[in-house]
């Protein structure tokens, strides 16, 4: 099975230009939640131009730009912008994995379905992504870490790449040799060490003899700079209502509003491969209900019948369209992975700047929560490759009982 990376660089700035598509192109800069110190961690392309910089106080952001729009980031409009995306990959990925915990560069995984070339089906990933407010870059590569440095890193610095690289079948080790160490999240300690010893590419570091002692719950890093990271998939079961908000202001009016509501709508649908059985339409303070001949999956007739609900309030000053969606179970049929006949739409959001943004690779290894754990995991591998009995605890009580 082939692993997909999907990676969403900046994304709570990607998540507030979703809700606010009329600030697309505006200098726009998305601080951290409120605490200690409250920091700059997103900014758009206009932003980064007029100076504005990552960690930066918003204060002074603010006194030196004061046409810059400074908002908070929401972490539950976050986590419902991966699971919308998550919904409409449905439609053409075998299988979708929702990543770890939320980042300011948060990747998924996809299981690319068989017989559809990496090229091809990152291309139908990024027009999916499109039609719902999301800018991504995709990796294709035999296990997770692999497409994840071809997502993040080599696709991040091709400026004048389509946003997809894919790796060859068997050829993760030989393109992870030449990538920077600090792509592993070692410590800056071990790598000060392994650079003094002339070790700085995943390569140099894969080619080292293993290391004479090890502990049950190491991270292996040189599996990793091997390519020979992990390739499984947590699947996406989505079972919650669909809801997508979209702010007025500017020259995106109730219409547009209303269609780009029933766009995202009907891609989630479709990657869910059900309809829509009861929809309401929110606008502002005013509430209504959705009336729908059948339950449907279809753009044209979603956003028809969103239009008529409001059509007796396009003139009051809205602040936000919010469509709450019941999905009927058994109402379509599941959409065939893979397919061909996804449209492509333009660009909806802003990106960061072009340079690529990259965090280390986390690895999570296995916990050991109490000392019988630790007693029945056995004695760590000698240099000699030998094994030394360790009594368990039963063991222990028979002895000494």
Not at 79 to 102: K, N, S, T
Not at 181 to 209: D, K, M, N, W, Y
Not at 259 to 280: D, E, I, P, S, T
Request: hydrophobic residues 50%; charged residues 20%; neutral net charge.
């Amino acid at each position: 099975m082939r692993i997909a990376c999907i990676y969403l660089p900046s994304l709570p700035l990607q998540v507030f230009l979703r809700g606010a598509p009329a600030l697309i192109g505006a200098p726009v800069a998305v601080t951290s939640a409120a605490g200690a110190r409250v920091s700059i961690v997103a900014r758009s392309r206009a932003a980064a131009a007029a100076g504005v910089r990552l960690g930066a106080s918003p204060l002074v952001a603010r006194e030196a730009n004061p046409d810059l729009v400074v908002t908070q980031g929401d972490r539950e409009a976050e986590e419902a912008a991966v699971r919308a995306a998550a919904d409409a990959l449905g439609a053409v990925a075998a299988a979708v994995d929702l990543g770890g915990p939320l980042s300011a560069h948060h990747a998924i995984y996809a299981a690319v379905p068989a017989r559809v070339r990496g090229t091809t089906f990152g291309a139908r990933v990024l027009e999916v992504l499109e039609a719902q407010g999301l800018r991504a870059r995709v990796g294709i590569a035999d296990d997770r870490f692999t497409a994840w440095v071809a997502a993040s890193y080599v696709a991040g610095a091709d400026a004048d790449g389509d946003g997809v690289v894919s790796v060859p079948r068997g050829g993760s080790a030989a393109f992870l040799a030449p990538l920077p160490l600090s792509l592993l999240a070692i410590s800056p300690e071990v790598q000060h060490v392994l650079g003094a010893l002339g070790v700085r590419t995943l390569g140099e570091f894969a080619a080292l003899p293993p290391p004479s002692t090890s502990h049950p719950w190491d991270a292996d890093y040189q599996a990793l700079a091997r390519g020979e990271g992990a390739a499984g998939l947590a699947p996406y079961r989505p079972t919650s209502s669909i809801v997508e908000r979209v702010a007025c202001g500017g020259d995106v009016g109730i219409a547009a509003a209303v269609g780009l509501a029933a766009r995202r709508v009907a891609g989630r649908l479709a990657g869910r491969g059900r309809a829509a059985a009861a929809v309401v339409v929110r606008a502002g303070d005013d509430e209504r209900a959705v009336a729908l001949a059948a339950p449907t999956a279809d753009e044209r007739d979603l956003g028809d019948a969103l239009g008529r609900a409001l059509h007796d309030a396009a003139a009051a000053p809205f602040v936000e369209v919010a469509v709450t969606v019941d999905v009927e179970v058994g109402a379509a049929a599941p959409a065939e992975a893979g397919r061909a006949d996804v449209q492509a739409v333009p660009h909806a959001v802003d990106d960061a700047p072009s340079a690529p943004t990259v965090t280390p690779f986390q690895l999570t290894p296995p916990a050991v929560t109490s000392p019988t754990q630790m007693l029945e995991a056995g004695h760590r591998r000698t240099r000699r490759g030998k094994h030394r009995p360790r009594h368990t605890v039963a063991a222990q009580s028979r002895l000494f009982g």
